[in-house]
């Protein structure tokens, strides 16, 4: 795993040997994710939140590409602590993460941010009431954007706020906006 662009571009990070309920979003897709992003908006000094963190590399990537602050949430123990090391590592003191499952967390935070990304397991029941949560919560800013990790069996075209999709593989991002007060 790689951080592909910014001040630690080209950096290496060795995600730990067992990570049973994790799974990486591959380098391809986060580059074009973050090719799209960076023709959309301005990465530098936003405020994000990763939802379901896995090996923290979205969030990285963003402190990478100058995101001034961000929470990333994690409830598995194992990719938690490595979570924390990299971000000690990298001297990453602005983002933070925080040990809890993403609905309870979902259900107690009432900011806004500027990027929110989710990358559930692709197997989570649930899945489809990240979008109406977030969107109802109205957690995403004015001119942000949360993106949806997901298979090509969840469709979210239909959904309020969706904007659009990309494809990269078997990997599918859904794009969804604030909806209009």
Known sequence: MRIIAGKWGGRRIQPPAQMPHTRPT???????LFNILQNRMNLE????L???GGTGAISYELASRGAASGMIVEKDPVMFQFIQKNLQQLGITEHKVIRMDVFS???SIDESFDFIFAGPPYALLNIDDLPAIILRKNLIAPGGYFVLEHTPRNNYQQVPGFV????YGTTLFSFFQRLPA
């Open 50 to 52: 990763d939802l379901f």
């Open 164 to 167: 659009w999709e990309r494809k």
């Open 26 to 32: 591959t380098d391809i897709a986060r580059e074009g």
């Open 45 to 48: 000094g936003i405020r994000t």
């Open 105 to 107: 967390f979902l259900q």
